[in-house]
């Protein structure tokens, strides 16, 4: 059979099988060619392909049991999950083999108890237990389905790796991508439906008990393990109550007060002792978790870990006493969500985005390791960075000397406008220079966002900065960090503080002198086509350019130029996009600005706060999509369509808000020519479009 050679181990997989498989229990049956095959075998083996089946009869009870992923490998031969349990129990076993870490999201599982129920094979048991755990828990669930009246017993099962079902699970996005999560049986949630179902988690697993609030079934007993985390099964063995589990589900007689009785000799698991010292000292609860420890050193006086953890604990606390050392300075009174705030902060932990931790995770820890939230980012409007942490013997880097604490560096310079030089207004506020600008390299690509800076150089140049600007892809321990809130950023944000308005404002505008016409057309028809755009931009070029526009495209001129152009324009006509956030820094008071969409939603709310806050100014917005075309396969528009604009509407628009003279008659396309215009776009990108239906997404987050 084939193997999955090329499996990555992820966060929540239990370890791999050890190197070297332990020998069968059990001798291997006699092989079946079909399903109907079994009638009189009280044993056979059905090889299925990528899973195989293994069955033995002791008894009228019948276990179903799946692999999970630090099950397959253990024996050799392979052995059904739970075989020796299955024979303790005198139970009858048929374990469905996986060869490959796929979650049995494959043709041949579900084929294999098709045809074993349409051969009648289930009809010989008085009852029959589907069991899993982890991914042989999600099999349990979904698969059930195929055997009517069958029972479910899951150990910290998920219901779906589909990631619009659950969004929320993070821990396999190997096997999200890579597994099919489209078709029948992705959803064990729904799969499982009004069948009798156990399921035993740990609720402090917060994707563990995700899944399990997705299970509807109105006969569904919930077992709570608190602290034994996924693996929690391993624990249950450890205290002798798996067996008994296994047994009282299978025969129908589960007293779900009597085993949340038996559980509470948890307590005398060293895993769940270090479960509960950790997860006190996470919820700042150290008092409590310092009791605990100083408790369980004199209950068990050989054990280390107790005392262990109360050193650890105690230097931890000292750590965050040196913290006090922290300062907090206040620039003036702004309005919410902005607090003026920076602080100073010894010793600080800066994490960048590391492949064992969470995604997106990053930002700065006290000494003590706890979560500043003022170094929160945002990554999307809806998306924030979720709090970094350490792993156990992770290196940390000391970096000594004052540095100011940037925030995320983005290449592309929308984002980059509008996330990276958020916090860099604190330099106006400091009584001493740092030695660097220090940023976070976003998604953890270091050389990416080190070349990204040196391509940014001339925009800190016209900000007056002559400052060292680093990134580091390792955690660092910095001896003094500069923290500032972010200034400017995603939805309300937009606004700007006053302090980082102030700030950019009066440093961009003293970057040059105003230079060119008053009526100045933005132009994207010159950018890569892959950045997407409009069909027949150039016609908004040719009619704007003979109503005395200057056409201006800002890719092809230096920083200091483009500033020189909005700062001399009373008018803009643009398409949305990065060059608009721009403007709005240095354009003059009393000014017009009308922004074509180039699909049919965008976030025009970001642009009218930015600017109404920036200028006191309205854009003027101009919707006039006829159709978003979109290439290939893809199912919303965003930053890469392609907008159809309705062309008579547009000047007729532009004109009844004063941008055009009265009278002015455009040279507008035909049918045929915006065709042709489609042709060369589908040219230049080598894709297909096709127009979006009614119905389907039309807006997507900006990206410049």
Same mark, same amino acid.
């Given at each position: 059979?084939?193997?999955?050679?090329?499996?990555?181990?992820?966060?929540?997989?239990?370890?791999?099988?050890?190197?070297?498989?332990?020998?069968?229990?059990?001798?291997?049956?006699?092989?079946?060619?079909?399903?109907?095959?079994?009638?009189?075998?009280?044993?056979?083996?059905?090889?299925?392909?990528?899973?195989?089946?293994?069955?033995?009869?002791?008894?009228?009870?019948?276990?179903?049991?799946?692999?999970?992923?630090?099950?397959?490998?253990?024996?050799?031969?392979?052995?059904?999950?739970?075989?020796?349990?299955?024979?303790?129990?005198?139970?009858?076993?048929?374990?469905?083999?996986?060869?490959?870490?796929?979650?049995?999201?494959?043709?041949?599982?579900?084929?294999?108890?098709?045809?074993?129920?349409?051969?009648?094979?289930?009809?010989?048991?008085?009852?029959?237990?589907?069991?899993?755990?982890?991914?042989?828990?999600?099999?349990?669930?979904?698969?059930?389905?195929?055997?009517?009246?069958?029972?479910?017993?899951?150990?910290?099962?998920?219901?779906?790796?589909?990631?619009?079902?659950?969004?929320?699970?993070?821990?396999?996005?190997?096997?999200?991508?890579?597994?099919?999560?489209?078709?029948?049986?992705?959803?064990?949630?729904?799969?499982?439906?009004?069948?009798?179902?156990?399921?035993?988690?740990?609720?402090?697993?917060?994707?563990?008990?995700?899944?399990?609030?997705?299970?509807?079934?109105?006969? %569904? #007993?919930?077992?709570? &393990?608190?602290? $034994?985390?996924? /693996?929690?099964?391993?624990?249950?063995? +450890?205290? =002798?109550? *798996?067996?008994?589990?296994?047994?009282?589900?299978?025969?129908?007689?589960?007293?779900?007060?009597?085993?949340?009785?038996?559980?509470?000799?948890?307590?005398?698991?060293?895993?769940?002792?270090?479960?509960?010292?950790?997860?006190?000292?996470?919820?700042?609860?150290?008092?409590?978790?310092?009791?605990?420890?100083?408790?369980?050193?004199?209950?068990?006086?050989?054990?280390?870990?107790?005392?262990?953890?109360?050193?650890?604990?105690?230097?931890?606390?000292?750590?965050?006493?040196?913290?006090?050392?922290?300062?907090?300075?206040?620039?003036?009174?702004?309005?919410?969500?902005?607090?003026?705030?920076? %602080? #100073?902060?010894?010793? &600080?932990?800066? $994490?960048?985005? /590391?492949?064992?931790?969470?995604?997106? +995770?990053? =930002?700065? *820890?006290?000494?003590?390791?706890?979560?500043?939230?003022?170094?929160?980012?945002?990554?999307?409007?809806?998306?924030?960075?979720?709090?970094?942490?350490?792993?156990?013997?992770?290196?940390?880097?000391?970096?000594?000397?004052?540095?100011?604490?940037?925030?995320?560096?983005?290449?592309?310079?929308?984002?980059?406008?509008?996330?990276?030089?958020?916090?860099?207004?604190?330099?106006?506020?400091?009584?001493?220079?740092?030695?660097?600008?220090?940023?976070?390299?976003?998604?953890?690509?270091?050389?990416?966002?080190?070349?990204?800076?040196?391509?940014?150089?001339?925009?800190?140049?016209?900000?007056?900065?002559?400052?060292?600007?680093?990134?580091?892809?390792?955690?660092? /321990?910095?001896?003094?960090?500069?923290?500032?809130?972010?200034?400017?950023?995603?939805?309300?944000?937009?606004?700007?503080?006053?302090?980082?308005?102030?700030?950019?404002?009066?440093?961009?505008?003293?970057?040059?002198?105003?230079?060119?016409?008053?009526?100045?057309?933005?132009?994207?028809?010159?950018?890569?086509?892959?950045?997407?755009?409009?069909?027949?931009?150039?016609?908004?070029?040719?009619?704007?350019?003979?109503?005395?526009?200057?056409?201006?495209?800002?890719?092809?001129?230096?920083?200091?130029?483009?500033?020189?152009?909005?700062?001399?324009?009373?008018?803009?006509?643009?398409?949305?996009?990065?060059?608009?956030?721009?403007?709005?820094?240095?354009?003059?008071?009393?000014?017009?600005?009308?922004?074509?969409?180039?699909?049919?939603?965008?976030?025009?709310?970001?642009?009218?706060?930015?600017?109404?806050?920036?200028?006191?100014?309205?854009?003027?917005?101009?919707?006039?999509?006829?159709?978003?075309?979109?290439?290939?396969?893809?199912?919303?528009?965003?930053?890469?369509?392609?907008?159809?604009?309705?062309?008579?509407?547009?000047?007729?628009?532009?004109?009844?808000?004063?941008?055009?003279?009265?009278?002015?008659?455009?040279?507008?396309?035909?049918?045929?020519?915006?065709?042709?215009?489609?042709?060369?776009?589908?040219?230049?990108?080598?894709?297909?479009?096709?127009?979006?239906?009614?119905?389907?997404?039309?807006?997507?987050?900006?990206?410049?």
């Amino acid at each position: 059979m084939p193997r999955d050679s090329d499996h990555r181990p992820e966060r929540g997989e239990a370890p791999e099988a050890a190197s070297a498989p332990m020998p069968a229990l059990f001798p291997k049956p006699g092989a079946i060619a079909a399903a109907g095959d079994h009638a009189g075998r009280d044993s056979f083996f059905w090889p299925g392909g990528l899973v195989d089946a293994w069955f033995i009869r002791r008894s009228d009870i019948l276990l179903v049991t799946f692999d999970n992923l630090g099950s397959i490998g253990e024996y050799e031969p392979p052995q059904p999950w739970l075989q020796a349990r299955a024979a303790k129990g005198g139970f009858s076993i048929l374990g469905l083999i996986a060869s490959q870490r796929d979650w049995y999201r494959n043709e041949d599982a579900p084929r294999l108890l098709r045809e074993l129920q349409a051969a009648g094979f289930f009809a010989g048991f008085r009852r029959v237990l589907f069991v899993g755990a982890s991914m042989g828990g999600f099999a349990a669930l979904s698969l059930s389905a195929l055997v009517p009246g069958a029972a479910v017993l899951a150990f910290s099962p998920q219901t779906s790796l589909a990631p619009d079902l659950v969004p929320f699970e993070k821990r396999y996005r190997y096997a999200s991508r890579r597994w099919d999560w489209q078709g029948p049986g992705r959803d064990a949630a729904e799969s499982s439906a009004g069948r009798e179902i156990c399921v035993l988690y740990d609720p402090f697993i917060a994707e563990d008990r995700a899944h399990v609030q997705r299970l509807g079934s109105s006969r %569904l #007993t919930l077992l709570r &393990a608190p602290l $034994l985390g996924h /693996r929690a099964i391993r624990q249950l063995k +450890a205290l =002798g109550l *798996l067996q008994g589990l296994i047994e009282a589900m299978a025969e129908g007689r589960l007293d779900a007060a009597a085993f949340a009785k038996a559980l509470r000799a948890r307590r005398g698991l060293l895993p769940w002792q270090k479960a509960l010292l950790t997860h006190a000292a996470e919820k700042g609860h150290h008092q409590l978790a310092l009791g605990a420890a100083r408790h369980l050193a004199k209950l068990e006086p050989g054990s280390r870990f107790p005392r262990r953890f109360a050193r650890r604990l105690r230097d931890g606390r000292k750590a965050e006493s040196r913290a006090q050392d922290i300062t907090r300075q206040v620039i003036g009174t702004p309005p919410a969500p902005f607090t003026g705030e920076i %602080l #100073t902060i010894p010793g &600080a932990l800066v $994490l960048p985005e /590391r492949p064992h931790d969470r995604p997106n +995770a990053a =930002g700065v *820890l006290t000494p003590g390791g706890h979560w500043v939230e003022l170094s929160k980012a945002w990554i999307r409007a809806r998306v924030s960075s979720p709090a970094p942490a350490l792993a156990p013997g992770e290196a940390v880097v000391d970096l000594p000397g004052t540095h100011l604490f940037a925030g995320h560096f983005r290449g592309h310079f929308g984002h980059f406008l509008v996330e990276s030089t958020a916090r860099l207004w604190a330099l106006d506020h400091l009584k001493t220079r740092p030695d660097s600008l220090l940023y976070l390299p976003y998604r953890g690509e270091a050389g990416a966002v080190r070349r990204a800076i040196k391509a940014q150089a001339p925009f800190f140049r016209l900000l007056g900065l002559d400052l060292p600007v680093q990134t580091f892809a390792t955690p660092l /321990r910095v001896e003094r960090l500069i923290l500032p809130e972010l200034g400017f950023g995603w939805l309300e944000r937009y606004a700007g503080s006053p302090a980082y308005r102030a700030f950019m404002q009066s440093r961009l505008s003293a970057a040059a002198p105003a230079e060119g016409g008053e009526k100045l057309y933005i132009s994207r028809a010159r950018l890569n086509p892959a950045k997407g755009g409009v069909l027949g931009e150039r016609v908004i070029e040719d009619n704007l350019a003979a109503q005395g526009y200057e056409i201006f495209h800002p890719e092809k001129h230096p920083l200091e130029v483009q500033i020189a152009r909005y700062k001399a324009a009373r008018q803009i006509v643009a398409l949305d996009g990065s060059a608009l956030h721009l403007a709005a820094y240095v354009m003059p008071a009393g000014g017009k600005v009308a922004m074509i969409l180039r699909r049919s939603a965008a976030n025009v709310a970001d642009y009218q706060l930015q600017y109404r806050a920036f200028l006191g100014l309205e854009i003027d917005v101009i919707r006039v999509i006829r159709n978003d075309w979109v290439a290939g396969d893809a199912g919303r528009a965003d930053y890469r369509s392609i907008g159809e604009l309705d062309f008579p509407r547009l000047f007729a628009e532009l004109a009844g808000r004063g941008y055009l003279k009265p009278g002015f008659r455009p040279d507008c396309p035909s049918e045929p020519e915006l065709l042709a215009m489609l042709e060369s776009y589908e040219d230049r990108r080598g894709q297909t479009f096709r127009a979006l239906l009614p119905g389907e997404a039309h807006g997507a987050e900006e990206e410049g």
